[in-house]
């Protein structure tokens, strides 16, 4: 029977605090993401997302990075492919019980575990190999930070369109796919 009581407080205390994890809605040209955060297990990894959010700097950004069956990616560069000036780098939060599933968003970065900026990926599909599995730089994965709970039709579409290179990038669509903005819901 007490296991049991504990059993329920846990439950009780999660989903409080998923409760608690703010929801963002990224107006995009194609349609609306709307996305959990998820405070609760990537703290540094959301308030880093907010700052830029609550600051507007998403704001006309473009979804520069676009592989169909794998990812979307924005949150650095504006249309004309000039790069967004960003806030500092920051601690990779990535965990193995995180992983990168389909529609969940995690933060970009370079080889350098630790340089996370303002750039993240939607996850088109299940991308078991962006996972966290070691404490090395190979193993260590991209930070899972939150979920697409409405809108996946919307990353659908955005993965479909036609890409090429564009000012010496790889994978850009074609016809830009517009972050109009990206706001806490209310």
């Known amino acids: ?33 709307k996305i959990e955060l ?5 703290p540094i990894s959301v308030e880093n997302f907010l700052r830029y959010t609550d600051n507007e700097l998403y ?28 806030y500092a780098q920051i601690k990779n939060e990535a965990r193995a019980d995180t992983p990168n599933m389909r529609g969940t968003i995690a ?12 750039q993240f990926f939607i ?3 299940d991308n078991g190999n962006l996972n966290h599995t070691d404490e090395t730089p190979r193993g260590f994965g991209y ?7 409405e809108g996946m039709a919307v990353v659908d579409e955005i993965a479909r369109v036609a890409t090429g290179n564009v000012s010496g990038y790889a994978n850009v669509p074609l016809e830009p796919v517009i972050i109009n903005s990206v706001r806490r819901e209310e």
Do not use: C, Y
Request: charged share 15%.
């Open 1 to 33: 029977m007490r296991a049991l009581a504990i059993t329920a407080i846990l439950a009780f205390s999660t989903a409080t605090l998923a409760q608690d994890n703010p929801v963002v809605v990224m107006d995009t040209s194609k349609g609306m993401i």
């Open 38 to 42: 998820w405070a609760d297990k990537a």
């Open 59 to 86: 704001d006309g950004l473009i979804f520069h990075r676009v592989i169909s069956g794998f990812m979307i990616q924005g949150g650095g560069f504006k249309p004309d492919m000039s790069q967004l000036s960003s």
């Open 107 to 118: 933060m970009a970065r370079t080889n350098v575990v630790d340089s996370a900026t303002s």
């Open 123 to 125: 996850n088109h599909v």
């Open 143 to 149: 930070a899972v930070f939150g979920t697409v709970i």
